[in-house]
């Protein structure tokens, strides 16, 4: 079946540090590839998506490849900022004779220290 | 345009009672989802509706159980509530639940079973 497999937290780094959150999947098809982030007591905010292989998906500073040939999505971003202390989730989406669902790795905390 | 609205937010019931939780998806949404988020388990799909059909199920107990309007609003009730079932419940919509498309989640109702 699918799943994903996200690196163990928690993380913890310096403001300014660079980040990279391993993330790799199993999957039938050819999925759709997702992180969300989670901030303390509120539901899951897209981060960015990537459809196909070799998709790089942006925003606010983080980056994400979907790499086919490794199942990999891993997320990075060149300095970390306070405000990006909380929980990520990669996730893969795959529809199935018209059923679908999102699929979660377990989560990553990440803290980030001034 | 509105996000994902969960009513309640938070709830307390004991062992033995049943609930029922709200979602408003995003206006022109379909698909709504339902997702379990717990400590230990993660975060687990629930099931999944379009124009009022259930499309999909995970591997959840026939106690919990759900529904959608023709409005697309939806409802999950669980009865005869055990301790285990204590969790966030977060509702996702998308537009047709197409595997490109993007769920937006709303912000989740924390149950506590006491």
């Known amino acids: 079946g699918n799943s994903v497999t996200q690196m163990e937290g928690p993380v913890t780094l310096s403001e300014e540090a660079f980040l990279t959150i391993n993330c790799t999947y199993t999957a039938t098809g050819y999925p759709s590839l997702f992180w969300y982030v989670q901030y303390p007591g509120e539901g899951l905010q897209l981060l960015l998506k990537a459809t196909k292989a070799d998709d790089k998906g942006s925003n606010k500073g983080f980056e994400a490849t979907y790499r086919k040939e490794t199942t990999s999505f891993h997320l990075e971003k060149g300095s970390v900022q306070v405000s990006d202390s909380a929980v990520y989730f990669c996730a893969l989406r795959s529809v199935i004779q018209g059923a679908q669902k999102l699929v979660f790795g377990q989560g990553t905390r990440l803290t980030i220290n001034p | 345009k509105a996000g994902v609205t969960q009513t309640p937010r938070y709830l307390i019931k004991t062992r033995g009672q049943q609930v029922t939780l709200s979602c408003s998806p995003i206006s022109g949404h379909r698909s709504v989802s339902w997702y379990q988020q717990t400590p230990g388990q993660g975060l687990q799909f629930l099931f999944e509706?379009?124009?009022?059909?259930?499309?999909n199920k995970g591997n959840f107990p026939g106690r919990f159980s759900g529904r959608q309007f023709s409005n697309s609003r939806s409802e999950m009730n669980v009865s005869t509530l055990e301790l285990g079932d204590s969790a966030l419940y977060l509702c996702?919509?998308?537009?047709?639940?197409?595997?490109?498309?993007?769920?937006?989640f709303g912000p989740g109702t924390r149950l506590l079973v006491l």
């Open positions: 996702a919509s998308s537009l047709l639940g197409q595997h490109q498309e993007t769920q937006y």
């Open positions: 509706y379009f124009s009022e059909t259930q499309r």
